[in-house]
Structures are given as C-alpha cells and as structure tokens.
C-alpha cells in the first residue's frame, strides 16, 4: 500500500486468536437480524488498525472491493443513526463488532475490527479527548465510507494501557 497517512503511521497488527471468534459472533448476531426480517451485510476486512494522522483519526478498516461497493450502496440510500458495539480483550488486542444500524429500513451492516491498545495510546487519548470516534470502512484506492459516534467508549478498552 503506498498511502500517505501522514508522520504517525501506526504498525500492522495481525489478528490473532480471537479474531474467528468475532467472525462467529458476526455471523450468529447477522442471522438473527435476517430472522427478523432484516437486510444485513458482514464486512470481512482485511486490516484493521486504530490510526491518527493528518487525514483521519479513528478505526480504520480496509476491505474487499466487492463488500466496499456493497456497504456504499446501502450507505447511499439509508440512514444509519444507531450503533451496537460488542467488545472483548485478549491476545493483548481489542476486538470489536460494530453494528451499524438503520431503523427505519431495517439494515445492519457488521464490522469486525481489531487493534492493539499498547501501540495506540496516543491515538485513544486523541479520540477521548475528542469525544467522538470515525469509523472508517475503505478500500486500497482510499474510497472511504464513514460512520462518526458521538461516544467512543464502547470501541475503547476502559483505559489507556
């Protein structure tokens, strides 16, 4: 990947053994919206990683063209305005599945995501600081969709590491 982020280009972090676990979450959450009626559509990134730089500071994840082309089509013609967000520690990183909702359409989309709070602090006092966390769902080319929560909490370990 030859992008720019500016001076504070955080590390790759690969997943590790509780990534399929989140998947598993992902998958069962997703099936019991459909059970009840609802569009849903499971992102499957590729990179996930908490970043600050001159261009974006949030969680970024890069994903597939075809699910990127997907996730803006929904994004295009609905309004997402609530958000669940599980959380869990372990491999010394912070999973989480955001699930971007919107109500009146009925249509969740899921997003899986990992970072490692140990190469992050600056970057989670940054958004503490900021009150708000950007979810940045984005292909190579750096097309982006963007989600914006006016609470970080829920994406953020209990404190800084």
Same mark, same amino acid.
């Given at each position: 990947? +030859? ?8 590390? +790759?972090? @690969? ?8 998947? %598993?979450?992902? %998958?069962?959450?997703?099936? %019991? ?16 990683? /908490? ?7 949030? /969680? ?10 997907? /996730?803006?089509? !929904?994004?295009?013609?609905? @309004? ?19 699930? %971007? ?17 140990? @190469? ?14 950007? !979810?940045?769902?984005?292909?190579? +080319? ?7 929560? +006016? ?11």
């Amino acid at each position: 990947m +030859n992008e720019s982020a500016g001076d504070d280009v955080p590390t +790759n972090v @690969q997943a590790g053994d509780g990534w399929p676990a989140v998947i %598993e979450d992902m %998958e069962a959450t997703a099936t %019991e919206y459909r059970e009840r009626g609802w569009t849903t559509l499971e992102l499957h990134p590729g990179d996930s990683v /908490l970043i600050d730089s001159d261009r974006r500071t949030g /969680l970024d994840v890069v994903l597939p063209g075809p699910e990127f082309e997907e /996730l803006k089509s !929904l994004v295009d013609d609905r @309004q997402f305005r609530d958000v669940k967000v599980f959380r869990a520690k372990g491999d010394e990183l912070v999973y989480v599945l955001v699930v %971007e909702v919107a109500p009146e359409s009925e249509t969740a989309v899921f997003v899986p995501a990992y970072y490692d709070p140990s @190469q992050a602090a600056e970057t989670l006092e940054s958004i503490r600081e900021a009150g708000a966390i950007r !979810l940045f769902c984005r292909r190579l +080319n750096d097309d982006t969709v963007r989600f914006v929560h +006016n609470d970080p909490s829920p994406f953020l370990p209990e404190s800084v590491e």
